[in-house]
């Protein structure tokens, strides 16, 4: 959580650089620069897109599914075997 502080610290004094020295640059290459300079640091931080994350909780999702399903079926395997050790 410190490095994501700290970058975020190094792009605000960066943006803020930027802008003071805003008199100088036209309007499209501050915000070119401005872009640059937060793909840049996003880019260093550990994200995921909002498809990868959804299609990674479809996966979960199912894979819950899947273990419910086993459980279940394990469980009723079980009373199977024990219902004849019961009788005796």
């Given at each position: 959580?410190?490095?994501?502080?700290?970058?975020?610290?190094?792009?605000?004094?960066?943006?803020?650089?930027?802008?003071?020295?805003?008199?100088?640059?036209?309007?499209?290459?501050l915000?070119?620069?401005?872009?640059?300079?937060?793909?840049?640091?996003?880019?260093?931080?550990?994200?995921?897109?909002?498809?990868?994350?959804?299609?990674?909780?479809?996966?979960?999702?199912?894979?819950?599914?899947?273990?419910?399903?086993?459980?279940?079926?394990?469980?009723?395997?079980?009373?199977?075997?024990?219902?004849?050790?019961?009788?005796?």
């Open positions: 959580m410190l490095a994501a502080k700290s970058l975020l610290e190094s792009l605000a004094s960066r943006a803020s650089h930027l802008l003071a020295n805003e008199g100088n640059l036209p309007h499209h290459e915000e070119k620069q401005l872009k640059h300079l937060l793909q840049n640091a996003l880019g260093k931080l550990d994200l995921v897109s909002r498809d990868e994350f959804d299609g990674q909780m479809l996966v979960l999702q199912r894979t819950r599914q899947r273990l419910e399903a086993l459980e279940s079926r394990v469980q009723e395997l079980e009373q199977q075997l024990a219902g004849p050790e019961q009788q005796e």
